[in-house]
């Protein structure tokens, strides 16, 4: 049995907490909120006594074994380093930080204190991700990548009315890049590894935040286009195009339907069977991380954190983002 805690008392947390109840290898044990009532409120929908104000607290308590972390961008690595230097294992929301340099100091941190610290990208974990990696080599060589994650976010309608939100506000680290393009960026790495040079373009709005953009990415014979955006919405959905064929890939952050495209445009359904909450399967890995005594997902590897932070990085330089945890 995993004693967890939680960091971040939002809709992803719930999402979580309910993708977790058919792990029985789970327990949830400690909230944490800026706001006593509303750690209590949140504990007591989930029958939890133990409540925190303080990270502190929380970190050195020994009614946790992990930490799940889900507070805004900006907040991840200072969170997640807290308590993975008082020994608790960590599982942190997508994207794992504000850049590259606090993903490093991230995982030394994991390292000296002997704890997993792994990114909650579910995506990748997915039994259709496996099926993406086990039929890849059908399509022959791979000459094309297209990620598409374009979704209309209903707070970009208050940004509108002139009301900036937590998701268009840079100094949470947020905008469409790291809420949403992480998500077509990831599994590009997983699948090819780094690339050797990448060209980004994207809007920027009046708040700082970046609202869509599109990265060219190329690989020796290959190239990569991934478009993503929070104002504006499409329905198309990611292919990879190789000479023998092209795989469909329906909804590329959780991969629901795989298709694999003959040259005659002919499809053969490829999708594996998914029965559980999309995010039961990161915690599942999680957990299954702890018990074995392996610091990092085979998966979701920290070279692979590290990367994807890397492309953003040199994105978002492009286009004109900047964090204040850049000039840490």
């Not at 994207?202 to 060219?216: K, M, P, R």
Request: charged share 20%.
């Amino acid at each position: 049995m995993i004693r967890f805690g939680i960091i971040g008392t939002n809709w992803i947390t719930e999402r979580f907490l309910k993708a977790s109840e058919a792990l029985e290898e789970f327990k949830l044990t400690a909230v944490y909120s800026r706001s006593e009532e509303r750690a209590r409120e949140f504990a007591g929908n989930y029958h939890v006594e133990n409540t925190f104000t303080s990270l502190e607290e929380m970190a050195s308590s020994d009614m946790i074994d992990a930490v799940y972390i889900a507070s805004p961008n900006a907040y991840h690595a200072e969170q997640a380093i807290l308590f993975l230097e008082n020994g608790k294992h960590v599982l942190c929301e997508k994207p794992i930080a504000s850049n590259a340099a606090e993903t490093r100091a991230m995982i030394e941190a994991a390292k000296r204190n002997g704890v997993v610290l792994m990114e909650a990208m579910k995506s990748t974990l997915m039994p259709n991700f496996k099926s993406i990696q086990d039929n890849i080599h059908k399509l022959g060589k791979v000459r094309t990548y297209f990620a598409n994650y374009c979704q209309y976010s209903s707070r970009y309608d208050s940004y509108r009315q002139g009301t900036v939100l937590n998701a268009f506000n840079p100094a949470l680290s947020n905008g469409a890049l790291m809420d949403l393009g992480v998500y077509t960026i990831y599994p590009l790495v997983v699948l090819f590894g780094k690339p050797n040079s990448i060209k980004a373009t994207g809007h920027v709005l009046e708040s700082g935040a970046d609202g869509n953009g599109s990265i060219l990415l190329s690989y020796d014979g290959m190239e990569a286009v991934v478009m993503y955006s929070k104002i504006t919405a499409s329905p198309l959905p990611s292919e990879i195009l190789g000479e023998d064929g092209s795989m469909v890939i329906h909804h590329i952050s959780s991969p629901e339907k795989i298709e694999l495209r003959a040259h005659d445009g002919s499809l053969t359904d490829i999708s594996n069977e998914q029965t559980e909450e999309s995010m039961y399967y990161e915690t599942k890995e999680f957990i299954h991380l702890v018990e074995s005594g392996q610091q990092q997902s085979s998966q979701n590897t920290w070279d692979t954190s590290i990367a994807v932070m890397e492309i953003m990085d040199e994105a978002r330089r492009q286009i004109g983002i900047v964090y204040p945890g850049d000039s840490n």
